[in-house]
């Protein structure tokens, strides 16, 4: 089953940058690796994350995500000295998830990718 999620830092911090971006797009891999999912496109921006990621059919979603935001803020606030400056849980508590049926995969995968390109034209 495809998903689509996104998810922000809490108070829409713009902290996702450099070396912190990369370690993330690390820790997403890896986390899909142990779960046996497969990342089909991701963008990581200042202060969100989008993720268009396939998992198995008895994945529930609301799973999917602790997985990804709770090993990621772990890690960041252990490795990044000045994310533990900020609130003890580093991802807002809400996200939005859709599994992908009713639009077709091409047309998400676009869109995540793509997600850099519109915020720098507005």
């Not at 090993?71 to 000295?81: A, D, I, K, M, S």
């Amino acid at each position: 089953m495809g998903l689509r999620l996104v998810w922000c830092l809490k108070y829409r911090r713009r902290i996702l940058g450099g070396r912190v971006a990369r370690r993330l797009d690390e820790l997403l891999e890896q986390v899909a690796a142990e779960h046996d999912w497969q990342i089909v496109a991701h963008e990581v921006m200042p202060d969100h994350v989008h993720l268009f990621v396939r998992v198995g059919p008895a994945d529930a979603p609301a799973s999917v995500v602790r997985a990804f935001k709770g090993r990621t803020t772990r890690v960041l606030r252990q490795e990044f000295p000045h994310l533990r400056n900020h609130a003890k849980v580093l991802w807002s508590s809400s996200y939005f998830a859709a599994s992908v049926g009713y639009v077709s995969e091409t047309t998400v995968r676009r869109y995540v990718e793509h997600q850099r390109d519109a915020v720098l034209a507005s």
